[in-house]
């Protein structure tokens, strides 16, 4: 049994707390009750009802959008879990699917293991009105386990490095699966550790790939049509991947919690099963800040204590924020700068599949130098900088502007940061409660216009997947 089984099975296997028997039926009788009162015939039902449907527990509609060409995906998911005085257990579960076929489908599980400062949950009565409101805790190890399987039918490449056209597009499917775990631990102990928010990182995956010919709907060629094993490295075979990671994460906050920052540095070795030319290691730095306008702080879209299916306000089953309005302010100016190289070696390539790219959003949905088509400059080498503002009307609806500047490196070659590639952007975003983030955003380049309307992949602000790269 593996390490990471052995530690579900323990952690699950050992007594529930009083009055946890019967926890999951007693919470689908609760969701009864609460979509019948929110889908009642009344004029309200029409807010009421879907966002009843979308993110109550322990089953929901799940929404968002896939990969770049593959569409907006529905499913169902499943959100449940168990809580103690030392630990919160949640388990998630979601099946998405989108018109054009591409799918996704995940099993997450969570351990926050936490000392308890305030107890504050109450056995689960289905007479109740409402769940248990949650924890109030100190900082916390957290453990992740995770299978899930990604079926895209329609992704681009368009060579390797910065100085490709638009005319060398070419079109391939991928499916992808990927299992394993994480584990994030705080490092508290000391006045400057606690300060900083310090937190060391390790993953273990195991990662298996499919490269295959499009079916045909887009009306481009395909990789395997255009490119070769030396033009596209790994393109004639894919074999599986040990991959294995580590990292530093630093979240301190100065000026009453209005200036954060969020800087974090990982390593990671992708040791190819049958194939050990296809080995890579990759690193990569991700410097985020952030200065809040005002003194009302917009929380964080994600939150490493919740499963991606997961939207409630605490730990524990409480429940997911309501859509409202409110005239607090909210307002941040933000900056980030995030480079990536990864290596094979002088005998070795790195896949292609596994290069990361810029333009438009990449295969997880970050957003890249908007304004450039999806997947437009694909590197083993990667720059990029971002400057934004954002400021919300009424809690709900935000105005953004996003400046970008950015370039790839093709294999053997350095980055040219005097040659970077820009990007302007204007959009909306909604984040009404529990619901999905939405973007309208429209943007422009050297290469021309885009209009990009999106819905956050980790659907519920819960904690982001598995990374395809």
Not at 97 to 105: D, K, L, T, V, Y
Not at 241 to 259: C, K, M, T, Y
């Given at each position: 049994m593996s390490p990471v089984l052995f530690l579900i099975v323990h952690l699950l296997s050992r007594p529930a707390p009083t009055g946890h028997q019967g926890q999951l039926s007693a919470e689908f009788a609760l969701q009864r009750r609460r979509i019948a009162a929110a889908c009642a015939p009344k004029p309200s039902s029409l807010m009421t009802c879907p966002i009843e449907l979308f993110t109550d527990h322990p089953v929901h509609l799940?929404?968002?959008s896939l990969a770049p060409q593959n569409g907006f995906a529905f499913g169902p998911a499943f959100v449940t879990h168990r809580v103690s005085d030392a630990r919160d257990l949640s388990l998630n579960a979601d099946a998405v699917?989108?018109?054009?076929?591409?799918?996704?489908?995940g099993v997450y599980f969570k351990a926050v293991l936490t000392p308890v400062a305030e107890t504050v949950v109450v056995p689960i009565d289905p007479g109740a009105a409402e769940p248990p409101a949650g924890l109030a805790i100190h900082p916390y190890p957290i453990v992740d386990g995770y299978v899930q399987t990604t079926s895209l039918r329609t992704v681009f490449f368009y060579g390797l490095g910065p100085d490709t056209t638009k005319e060398d597009r070419a079109a391939f499917a991928t499916h992808q699966t990927v299992a394993g775990a994480r584990v994030t631990y705080p490092l508290f102990r000391g006045r400057v550790f606690k300060a900083l928010k310090l937190a060391a990182m390790a993953e273990v995956n195991g990662r298996w790939v499919d490269v295959n010919d499009p079916d045909g709907s887009e009306n481009v060629p395909?990789?395997?049509?255009?490119?070769t094993e030396l033009t596209a490295p790994g393109i004639s075979s894919q074999?599986?991947?040990?991959?294995?990671?580590?990292?530093?994460?630093?979240?301190?906050?100065?000026?009453?919690?209005?200036?954060r920052f969020n800087y974090a540095f990982s390593l990671a070795q992708f040791v190819a099963v049958s194939d050990s030319q296809y080995s890579f290691h990759r690193w990569t730095a991700n410097l985020d800040q952030e200065w809040s306008l005002y003194r009302t702080v917009l929380a964080a879209a994600s939150r490493d204590t919740h499963g991606p299916d997961?939207?409630?306000a605490t730990l524990g089953s409480s429940p997911c924020p309501q859509p409202s309005v409110s005239r607090n302010r909210y307002g941040s100016i933000g900056f980030q700068v995030y480079a990536s190289a990864a290596s094979a070696g002088s005998s070795g390539s790195v896949p292609f599949y596994f290069q990361q790219t810029l333009g438009g959003s990449d295969i997880d949905g970050n957003r890249r130098l908007s304004a450039y088509e999806d997947y437009r400059f694909t590197g083993p080498k990667l720059?990029?900088?971002r400057e934004s503002l954002e400021h919300y009307i009424y809690g709900i609806v935000g105005l953004s502007l996003t400046a970008e500047q950015g370039t790839v490196?093709?294999?053997?070659?350095?980055?040219?940061?005097?040659?970077?590639?820009?990007?302007?952007a204007a959009g909306i975003s909604v984040r009404a409660g529990g619901l999905p983030v939405a973007y309208l955003t429209w943007a422009t380049g050297p290469e021309g216009h885009r209009f990009i309307a999106t819905v956050n992949a980790s659907l519920l602000g819960?904690?982001?997947?598995?990374?395809?790269?």
């Open positions: 799940a929404a968002g699917r989108s018109p054009g076929g591409s799918w996704r489908a395909t990789v395997s049509a255009r490119h074999p599986g991947f040990a991959q294995f990671g580590e990292g530093v994460r630093i979240r301190p906050a100065l000026a009453s919690d209005r200036l997961d939207c409630s720059f990029l900088m490196a093709a294999p053997g070659a350095a980055l040219k940061l005097t040659q970077l590639k820009h990007s302007t819960g904690s982001s997947r598995p990374s395809l790269k």
